[in-house]
C-alpha cells in the first residue's frame, strides 16, 4: 500500500502513522524526522534545513525532493510506504507523481486528518514543552499554520478530483481516531 497522511501541523499525522505503519508493515517516511536526523547529526543538509524549519517555513522543493527520491529507491519502500508530510506543495506532488510512475506505481489512498485549529494550537504548544522542538514556539506555530494554509491546503482538493482523498476527523482519543483511519483504509484496500 502506497499512502499518505496529510493534515496541518499538530493534527496527529505521526502518532496515527505509526500505528498505521507497524499495523501494515510498510515503512513510515516522515520528512520532518528525517530533516530533524539531519540536523541532530549535523550534516550539511540538516544545516540548510534548520534555517527554514527554525522560522516556520518549508524546505525548498528541490532538497526535499532529492531526499525523498533517494528515500523511495531504498529495498524497503518496493512493496509500499506512508509518507507523512510530504508531499506540502503542488510541486511536490508533481515529483512525486513522476518519482512513482517511473516504479509503474501510483498513491493508492490519501487521508487528511482535520482538526480544530485551536486544539492544533494547544497540542503544539504542549508538544514544545515535552520535545524542545526549536520549531514549537508560539510564533513558529501561527507562521507554520499560515504555511500550511497557503500551501498545502490546495493538495486536499487536488487529490480529492483523483478520487483518492478521504477526511478523517483527528479530533478525540488517538485509538478513536486509528479506528477511523482504520475504517476507511479497510475499506479501500
Ligand atoms: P513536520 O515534522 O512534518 O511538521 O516538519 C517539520 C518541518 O520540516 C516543517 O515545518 C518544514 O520546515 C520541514 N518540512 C517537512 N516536510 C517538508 C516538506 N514536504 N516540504 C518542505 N519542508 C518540509
Redesign the pocket.
Known sequence: MRLIMMGP?GAG??TQADIVCSDKSIPHI???????ANVTQGTALGIE?KR??D???????G??NAM?RDRLAQADCANGFLL??????IE?VGELDSMLAAQGAGIDAVVELTVDIDEVVQRLVKRAADQGRA?DTEEVIRR?LE?FAEQTAPLTSLYASRGILTQVSGMGDVADVTARIHAVLNSSA
Open positions: 501541523p499525522k505521526g516522515s520528512t520532518g524526522d528525517i530533516f530533524r534545513a527554514y524549519m522560522a516556520g517555513e518549508y524546505v525548498p522543493d532538497v526535499t525523498v507523512d508530510g510530504y508531499p506540502r506543495t511536490q520549531d507554520r504555511v
